[in-house]
């Protein structure tokens, strides 16, 4: 990750747009309400939506359901649109950059008891209202609050594999 940070500020510094990817882990509550997870960050402890560096030889799409497994133990369909994008500043060691970030839909159907970074991060459902009051990012946070699920969801999208594995004959 330090040779990652470190062209991150040699892009900064030329004046180059820095990019990132992000997943929205999403799934139906038992109330039949759409939620969404979000993750604490490993520093700040803050609440974000998983997400990280384009990865060479993947999509962003590939890139964001990776760092969905990886930072919040998450499986499942990443829908092929985008669902929006935002802007923040990173905060580095000495400097802070300005980061855009694209954002994917990730249909959740597995969460993994144990997973990369288990031990370093916190995962919470959220109502999409409740978790945008949450994050600090306005422009995710406005994004979160006007969340538009694909209607109709393909077939099984928003269903857990454990429940769909129980309600087969």
């Known amino acids: ?21 992000a997943a929205i882990p999403f799934r139906l509550g038992r109330h039949g309400g759409v939620e969404v ?39 499942g369909k990443t829908l092929k649109q985008p669902a929006g994008t935002y802007s923040y500043w990173k905060r580095l060691t000495n400097r802070f950059i300005r980061i855009d970030v694209t954002v994917y839909l990730l249909a959740v159907t597995e969460e993994l008891a144990n997973w990369q970074e288990a031990k370093r991060r916190q995962r919470a459902w959220l109502a999409p209202a409740d ?7 306005p422009e995710l946070s406005t994004l979160l609050k006007n969340l538009k699920i694909p209607q109709p969801a393909p077939a099984g999208e928003l269903e857990p594999r454990s429940h769909l594995a129980s309600s087969s004959p």
């Open 37 to 75: 997870m979000l993750v604490t960050s490993i520093s700040t402890r803050r609440f974000i939506v998983p997400k990280g560096w384009p990865m060479k030889g993947k999509s962003g799409r590939k890139a964001a359901t990776i760092e969905a497994r990886e930072e919040a133990g998450v499986l």
């Open 131 to 137: 978790a945008a009051v949450l994050i600090d990012e």
């Open 1 to 21: 990750m330090a040779a990652t940070k470190k062209k991150v500020v040699r892009k900064a510094r030329k004046g180059e747009r820095i990019r990132q990817v």
